[in-house]
């Protein structure tokens, strides 16, 4: 598994999931699963689960950009 294969790199001094809905217009038309809406869920729900499992922080996705980045560096800044 990926996770087997990564348990000998270093440990991140930050990690961040950044979450949210998918956005229509950023979606690609010829991406090979950009349409696969039931797969997009499942990888979705997977990243929640391994965020809860490794203790990564949350980030949801705001609709402006400026407020999205705001909250990043919020959980940065607590790290550093």
């Known amino acids: 598994t990926l996770e087997r294969l990564n348990q000998f ?3 991140e001094d930050v990690a961040i999931l950044l979450d949210g809905e998918r956005s229509i217009s950023a979606m690609e038309k ?3 699963h950009e349409n696969r ?4 869920r499942r990888c979705r729900s997977m990243f929640l689960k391994l965020a809860r499992r490794y203790k990564w922080h949350l980030v949801k996705r705001r609709s402006e950009k400026a407020e999205t980045e705001a909250a990043i560096w919020k ?3 607590k790290a550093l």
């Open 9 to 11: 790199l270093r440990k």
């Open 37 to 40: 809406n039931d797969l997009m």
């Open 75 to 77: 959980v940065v800044e």
């Open 30 to 32: 010829d991406h090979l």
